[in-house]
């Protein structure tokens, strides 16, 4: 029962929060907006979550590079594709991320392995803090003056926490406090931190240029939603809104559900959106997401089968 009790929270946590969001909005209604969804739009998200999944691939392997332990390509996108296919299928967003690790480790150390998925995801959302901050002073006139403090708070903190975590010094200082019965836990953390500090800010910061790119597609599948939806909302707006949409997943929840339809009403009042336009915005773009992951499925047994017959060879 104890081993359950993570997902039983995140499911919990997710039947509370829609729940919460049907005392707000009129399901029937948001129901109906979805069913008038525009396929050629539903496609074009479709296509830019699964293609973002090879950029994030390359992100990856910059990183495996700077940390001298370089795994083909190829196999970096396979993995990339069915940790997706994971993050789908379970009630968790970073289910694929425990994937990719563990199946990395069969190619480099466990440690570097842990660490460098851990510092691919930090710069993801490094690279999307700095684009908020950025899209601030492009803010629509009829902005909230309330969600630009709270962007700008969000995006402050998100950076000098991510870049304290990839710096590391602070984390090891933690370390000298940690109680007697936790150390053998914390040793592993303290591996996983110097792996982590073994890509190098070169490689650290290539990941989040690569990372711009990723976000900027990110932010695209969901304004590619909106116009699915027939919503007329500035590109300029997801910029501003998504940084608080995508910290949802690092919440306990069923990747995010519940969480983002929670959010969504009051991130896009000021785009002229009302409650279930914004909810079913939310939910279009998680349904995109979980569907693009079933492709992983197919990808991740074909590579698994390739590489078992190239073993027994």
């Not at 997710?14 to 129901?31: E, K, M, N, Q």
């Not at 539903?42 to 293609?51: A, D, K, P, R, T």
């Not at 690790?101 to 930090?122: I, N, S």
């Not at 559900?257 to 914004?278: K, T």
């Amino acid at each position: 029962m104890r081993k359950h009790l993570g997902t039983i929270l995140k499911i919990g946590i997710t039947l509370l929060a829609l729940l919460y969001v049907s005392t707000r909005v009129d399901f029937a209604d948001i129901g109906q907006r979805l069913l008038q969804a525009k396929p050629g739009w539903v496609v074009m998200g479709f296509v830019l979550v699964n293609s973002s999944l090879v950029v994030r691939a390359f992100r990856w392997r910059l990183l495996l590079q700077g940390i001298g332990a370089p795994i083909k390509f190829g196999r970096l996108v396979s993995l990339y594709f069915a940790a997706n296919f994971f993050n789908s299928v379970l009630p968790s967003g970073f289910s694929g991320d425990v994937v990719r690790a563990v199946e990395a480790a069969q190619d480099v150390p466990a440690e570097t392995a842990a660490g460098t998925v851990l510092v691919d995801r930090a710069t993801g959302l490094l690279a999307l803090f700095m684009i908020g901050l950025a899209a601030l002073p492009f803010r629509p006139d009829n902005f909230s003056q309330t969600l630009f403090w709270q962007t700008t708070a969000v995006c402050l903190i998100g950076l000098i926490g991510g870049f304290a975590v990839l710096e590391g010094r602070l984390v090891h200082l933690f370390g000298r406090w940690v109680p007697a019965r936790l150390r053998p836990a914390w040793a592993k953390v303290a591996g996983v931190i110097t792996a982590v500090q073994a890509c190098g800010w070169t490689a650290v910061w290539q990941a989040i240029g690569v990372s711009i790119l990723f976000n900027f597609m990110q932010i695209s599948w969901f304004a590619a939603a909106g116009l699915a939806l027939g919503y007329q909302v500035p590109f300029s707006h997801y910029i501003l809104v998504i940084p608080f949409l995508s910290i949802a997943i690092l919440l306990p929840s069923i990747g995010g559900l519940g969480i983002r339809e929670s959010l969504a009403p009051a991130l896009f009042a000021s785009a002229g959106l009302v409650g279930e336009q914004a909810v079913a915005l939310t939910l279009l773009v998680f349904a995109i997401e979980r569907l693009s992951g079933f492709l992983g499925a197919p990808i991740y047994i074909l590579g698994t089968l390739r590489r078992s017959g190239s073993r027994q060879v």
